[in-house]
Nanobody
């Protein structure tokens, strides 16, 4: 079983950037598809981005494509989410997630839920 802890959330002005990091323990993340989801108040938890086990394949929600970048370092057991050009609509609790699924394509990588979740980190973007 893998444990996930997110870091890096905070308050930022619109147009700014934040980098979220997820540190895993218990098992190496090389066995897992890794993803980021977010949940705004009163809304469902939505897919943001995912990365394949080797890090070569990535998927993004349309709302963040071109602004967010997901990356992983299997040796360090970390997954990052670089978020640029943030808008108030990006305000949410961001969750790191890991899953043992074997599949291909956006529909599979974005499918909720994943097997393991972090506790979440708050990102607030002010206008």
């Amino acid at each position: 079983q893998v444990q996930l802890v997110e870091h890096g959330g905070g308050l930022v002005q619109a147009g700014g950037s934040l980098r979220l990091s997820c540190t895993a323990s218990g098992r190496t993340i090389s066995s897992y598809v890794m993803g980021w989801f977010r949940q705004a108040p009163g809304k469902e938890r939505d897919f943001v981005a995912a990365v394949s086990r080797g890090g070569r394949i990535t998927f993004y929600a349309d709302s963040v494509k071109g602004r967010f970048t997901i990356s992983r370092d299997n040796a360090a057991n970390t997954v990052d989410l670089q978020m640029n050009t943030l808008t108030p609509e990006d305000t949410a609790v961001y969750y790191c997630a890991a899953d043992l699924r074997y599949c291909s394509g956006y529909g599979c990588y974005s499918r909720y839920p994943y097997d393991y979740w972090g506790q979440g980190t708050q990102v607030t973007v002010s206008s």
